[in-house]
């Protein structure tokens, strides 16, 4: 194998040594076929990002190959997975992306002196988190609907509970956040494949809570004529104008960041702030009820929000995307110098 190194590493702050450091890392376990695995030992030995690389030679069964382990810094875990893709290791191995870990070493590299936080995205986990709620299918219907209804019985009992509930069980920002990823990526086939979902979520809701408020309104659950004006709670629901506007721009861009960065409560409070999923059960309560200037303004508040949503969040993932295509430049240029120098 060709020795690790040395001229590249030079040119990167040292390690530290002698005192113990602490780093969130991601993990990384790698199956290689047996002729990249020189290769890939000596890019990840070259890495001042990495640490912890452990090598079982013959580990790997199905398929089969030698088993590489490895922990490397969350900013430039995509630099990484990316030159291990550019190697072929995908095409007749493997790439597992594990959950962040704290290492405890001295040999941590001092990743954050030279790097951002705002942009340590790992865009395959990022791609992986919104393929499976950002298309149409029976669970994600289901939620819509479930909670579509409980922010329609909100309404009926002028229940700010029920319609906070309404708003975490419901899935909508999934499709959300995936025309947004696919947009970025220029992927719109995936991203209308997003959009459908959306539209067929927000749709199926409203009628079902439809259906539903004319039934309760007819077994005398619920009274015969029904003013939204009336509730503060349902007032709140339909009110376009700039603050809505404002808060769903701002729930876009911590959705995008906590999706980016993996951050479930920030998410749980994005899902709670803009109101798409009791403006959907207020048309279809307006509906049932013909209160057609409510009905108005349920459904501009809905398109707004949504619309506010994905506009920020394109944008956010853009800037990130872009601070990473730069960071990326910048690992090839190092890495091709190191090609072209002379070695040790």
Request: proline letters at 4%; a neutral charge; charged letters at 15%.
């Amino acid at each position: 194998m060709k020795t690790a190194p040395r001229s590249a590493a030079r040119s990167h702050p040292a390690r530290r040594s002698g005192a113990q450091a602490t780093q969130i890392m991601i993990h990384l376990q790698i199956l290689a076929p047996a002729k990249l695995t020189p290769r890939t030992l000596e890019l990840l030995g070259d890495s001042k990002f990495v640490t912890s690389v452990a090598f079982l030679h013959g580990a790997g069964q199905k398929p089969k190959g030698d088993v590489i382990l490895c922990n490397v810094a969350g900013e430039e875990a995509s630099n990484i997975i990316a030159d291990l893709r550019d190697l072929g290791i995908e095409r007749d191995g493997s790439i597992t992306i594990g959950p962040e870990a704290t290492e405890l070493s001295g040999q941590i590299p001092e990743a954050e002196d030279d790097s951002h936080t705002f942009d340590a995205v790992v865009w395959e986990e990022v791609e992986e988190r919104t393929s499976e709620s950002a298309e149409l299918s029976g669970s994600f219907v289901l939620f819509m609907i479930i909670a579509v209804i409980i922010a329609a019985v909100g309404i009926y009992l002028s229940s700010a509970i029920l319609i906070i509930g309404a708003m975490i069980v419901g899935p909508d920002f999934g499709p959300i956040a995936g025309v947004c990823v696919a947009a970025v990526h220029r992927r719109f086939r995936e991203a209308g494949k997003s959009l459908l979902a959306l539209f067929v979520g927000y749709a199926l809701g409203i009628m079902a809570a439809y259906l539903m408020t004319l039934v309760l309104r007819d077994t005398g659950f619920i009274p015969q004529y029904f003013n939204a004006m009336n509730g503060s709670v349902q007032a709140l629901i339909a009110q376009p104008g700039f603050l809505p506007v404002l808060i769903a721009l701002l729930a876009g861009i911590v959705g995008m960041l906590s999706l980016t960065t993996a951050k479930s409560g920030a998410l749980i409070g994005v899902l709670v702030s803009v109101t798409t999923i009791p403006a959907a059960a207020n048309i279809a309560v307006t509906v049932a009820y013909a209160q057609a200037g409510m009905l108005r303004a349920s459904i501009l508040q809905l398109v707004t929000n949504v619309g506010a949503m994905l506009l920020a969040g394109v944008i956010t993932l853009a800037i990130q995307r872009a601070l990473y295509r730069r960071r990326r430049a910048a690992h090839l240029w190092e890495l091709a110098r190191w090609e072209a120098g002379p070695k040790h």
